[in-house]
């Protein structure tokens, strides 16, 4: 079964710095995607990034970027030029590429704080 | 406003009560999907319907079923409730049923008393 994996309960950045959030994951399948999830207090989730796992290069969206090391199976979160409205909880998620059963699998989250 | 609908926001009720939670999808999206969110257990996918069918069953107690209708709007139906069921409870939406990118309802909070 696959596992998801978030080492970091929470972490805190200065505004305008840049955070990394951690994301490693077990699987024993080759095709495959991963997600970035945002929750802010509102508590709606919100996508914010996409990775195929076919894809060498690592997604990127604005300030968000990942860095995918598929043999490591590692999928961290860069988010530069950090911003307020950033505060929010970070899921990251894995879901197979094969099969029927499309579910996402979650890890325990990591609640990022931004300091003004 | 990621176009998914979830009614109602709160619901406070007591053991053994039975609620029924409903979520309409995105507007042209075919399937959805229910997920529970517990501070034990974390976020859990529990059952995913396509076009009216069940297409995917995950960690979904035999008290909890839903039903997608011909509108495509879905409930979720929690039977004999229990206070390990508190919970925020989410629907996510897909055109379809590889979900390959969810939208999410900013889900509704549970409370059982």
């Known amino acids: 079964a696959q596992t998801v994996t978030q080492s970091q309960p929470e972490m805190s950045v200065q505004e305008a710095e840049t955070v990394t959030l951690s994301c490693t994951y077990d699987t024993s399948e080759s095709d495959y995607y991963l997600f970035w999830y945002k929750q802010p207090p509102s508590r709606q989730m919100i996508l914010v990034i996409r990775q195929e796992a076919y894809k060498q290069q690592n997604a990127t969206e604005n300030r968000f970027s990942v860095n995918f090391q598929k043999a490591a199976k590692s999928f961290s979160l860069k988010i530069s030029d950090s911003q307020l409205g950033d505060a929010a909880m970070y899921f990251c998620?894995?879901?197979?590429?094969?099969?029927?059963?499309?579910?996402?699998?979650w890890g325990a989250g990591t609640k990022l704080i931004i300091k003004p | 406003d990621s176009g998914v609908t979830q009614t109602p926001k709160h619901l406070i009720t007591a053991t053994g009560q039975r609620v029924t939670l409903r979520c309409s999808p995105r507007s042209g999206d075919l399937s959805v999907y229910w997920y529970q969110q517990s501070l034990d257990q974390g976020l859990q996918f529990l059952i995913q319907y396509y076009n009216g069918e069940e297409r995917a069953k995950g960690n979904i107690l035999e008290r909890f079923s839903a039903q997608q209708f011909p509108d495509l709007h879905s409930e979720l139906n929690l039977s004999s409730l229990e206070l390990g069921d508190s919970a925020l409870y989410f629907c996510a939406s897909s055109p379809h049923h590889l979900g390959e990118k969810l939208f999410f309802g900013s889900g509704t909070q549970l409370s059982v008393l």
């Open positions: 998620a894995y879901r197979s590429a094969k099969g029927s059963n499309y579910q996402l699998i």
